[in-house]
C-alpha cells in the first residue's frame, strides 16, 4: 500500500536498515540510526540501478513523489535519472563558480600577462576589488543593467564622472570575457552607455606663455633640495616624456655613443618602445647623474634607497614647493607646454607629435604612415633645448 505522512511518522528504526515501498519504484530507507532516505529503484539497460532522491521530514512524500515522476520522465526520454543528478551537481558547481568576482579575477589575470603597465594594472585591481565589491558573490549571468546603474549612479554623483565611466569600461571588458566563455548571454553594461553623465573635460595644468616658462625654468635651477629630482624633472622637459617614465629611465637603456634613450614598450603608455634622440643639454643630464656603482641601474634614483625609483609625487611636490598650484601646473604638463610652444611657433606638428609618443588617431593613417621623423626629430629636440636656455636667459634678463 502507498505511504501515508503517519505510517512514516510511526516507522521505527531496527537494527538494520529496511525499505518501505510506496509504488511505482519509490522506497523509504529507514536506517539504525533513525534517518529516513527517500530512493528511486529503476532498471537501467539492463541493470538495477538505485537514485537517492533526498532526506525525509526535509522532502515530503508528495515532493518524493514528484521527483519520483520527474526520473521516470527522464527514462522514458532515454536518460538515466542518476548521470542525470551528477550533471546536475556539476552544473551547480560551475554555476557556483560564476560569479562576477571568479570572471573579474581571469581578466585581471590576462592583463598581467599582457604585461600592462603597473599603473594601469593598479587601477583595473582598485576597479574589481573596491569599486566592484557589491557585485563579487552576484552570479555574472543574473547582474542586470539596473544593478550595475545602481553601482555606477554614486560614484558619479560625487563628482567622480570620469571614475565612473572607467569603472563601465572595466565592468563591460569582464561581462565580454564571461559572454565569450560561455558564461554570461550579454553584456548589460552596454546599455548604460549614454546612461552616465560624460567627465568634465580638464586639460593638463601647464604654462603656455613662453616668459612664464622661463620663470619657471630658473626657478628650478635655484631649487635648494636635494638635487636629483630638479635634475630629473629638467630632463623631463628637455625628453618631452612622461614623469613616470623619466622616474624609471635606467642606466642600460641609454646609448651614450649615439646618445639615444630607448624606453621599453612595458613602461611606455602605448605599450610601444619609444627612442629618444638626446640633446647636448639633455645628454650632459644623463653624464651628470651617470653611477658607475655597482647594482646600481636607476638614473635617477630615491634618497631612500638607490635602488628605488623617485616617489610619484616627487616632481609635482617640488613644484608646489616653487610657488606652483596644482592648478598652475603639474608634471605632466610640461609635455603641454613643450607641444604648445612648439607649435605656436609652427614647427613641424607631424614631428611634434612623433617627439611625444603620440598615437595617430587616424586608424588608416597610422597603418600606412610608418616614419618615425627621427632626423627631425633629432634636430627638433636641439632646437627645443636651445629655446629653453633662451626662454631663461630672456627671464634673467
Not at 528511486?40 to 519520483?68: C, D, H, N
Not at 569599486?131 to 543574473?142: C, G, N
Not at 554614486?154 to 563591460?172: C, D, F, M, N, V
Amino acid at each position: 500500500m502507498p505511504l501515508s505522512d503517519l505510517k512514516i511518522r510511526k516507522l521505527k528504526q531496527k537494527d538494520k536498515p529496511f525499505r518501505v515501498n510506496d509504488g511505482w519504484g519509490l522506497y523509504l530507507l529507514v536506517r539504525p540510526t533513525g534517518t529516513k532516505s527517500w530512493q528511486f529503484r529503476y532498471q537501467f539497460m539492463g541493470k538495477e540501478k538505485t537514485l537517492t532522491i533526498g532526506q525525509y521530514p526535509v522532502m515530503t512524500l508528495a515532493e518524493a513523489r514528484s521527483k519520483r515522476d520527474e526520473a521516470k520522465r527522464l527514462l522514458a526520454d532515454g536518460t538515466d535519472p542518476s548521470i542525470q543528478k551528477k550533471l546536475d551537481r556539476i552544473d551547480a558547481h560551475v554555476k557556483e563558480r560564476m560569479t562576477f568576482k571568479e570572471v573579474a579575477d581571469e581578466y585581471y589575470e590576462s592583463l598581467v600577462d599582457r604585461e600592462l603597465a603597473p599603473a594601469t594594472l593598479r587601477k583595473k585591481r582598485w576597479h574589481i576589488e573596491d569599486l566592484s565589491k557589491p557585485l563579487h558573490t552576484r552570479p555574472i549571468d543574473q547582474i542586470t543593467a539596473a544593478e550595475l546603474l545602481h553601482l555606477l549612479k554614486p560614484i558619479e554623483r560625487s563628482g567622480r564622472r570620469e571614475t565612473a565611466k572607467k569603472l563601465r569600461a572595466t565592468i563591460s571588458a569582464i561581462f565580454r570575457l564571461a559572454m565569450v566563455t560561455m558564461r554570461a548571454p550579454a553584456d548589460p553594461s552596454a546599455a548604460l552607455k549614454d546612461a552616465l553623465l560624460p567627465p568634465k573635460v580638464k586639460g593638463r595644468a601647464a604654462i603656455t606663455d613662453e616668459k612664464e616658462f622661463g620663470q619657471l625654468l630658473c626657478r628650478l635651477d635655484e631649487y635648494p633640495g636635494w638635487p636629483v629630482i630638479p635634475a630629473a624633472m629638467k630632463f623631463q622637459i628637455l625628453t618631452c616624456t612622461r614623469p613616470g617614465e623619466t622616474r624609471g629611465a635606467r642606466m642600460q637603456e641609454f646609448d651614450l655613443d649615439a646618445r639615444t634613450w630607448t624606453i621599453p614598450a612595458t613602461r611606455m603608455k602605448m605599450r610601444r618602445e619609444h627612442k629618444v634622440p638626446l640633446s647636448d643639454q639633455a645628454f650632459e643630464i644623463v653624464m651628470e647623474n651617470w653611477s658607475e656603482i655597482k647594482g646600481v641601474e636607476l638614473l635617477f634614483p630615491s634618497l631612500i634607497s638607490n635602488r628605488k625609483l623617485v616617489s610619484e609625487n616627487a616632481f609635482n611636490t617640488v613644484l608646489r614647493r616653487l610657488g606652483y598650484s596644482g592648478d598652475e601646473v603639474t608634471a605632466h604638463g610640461f609635455r603641454v607646454t613643450a607641444s604648445t610652444i612648439l607649435n605656436s611657433r609652427e614647427y613641424n606638428p607631424d614631428v611634434i607629435e612623433a617627439i611625444l609618443a603620440h598615437q595617430d588617431p587616424n586608424a588608416i593613417r597610422r597603418t600606412y604612415n610608418r616614419t618615425t621623423y627621427w632626423d627631425q626629430r633629432v634636430e627638433m629636440m636641439q632646437i627645443w633645448a636651445n629655446l629653453c636656455d633662451g626662454l631663461r636667459a630672456i627671464w634673467r634678463n
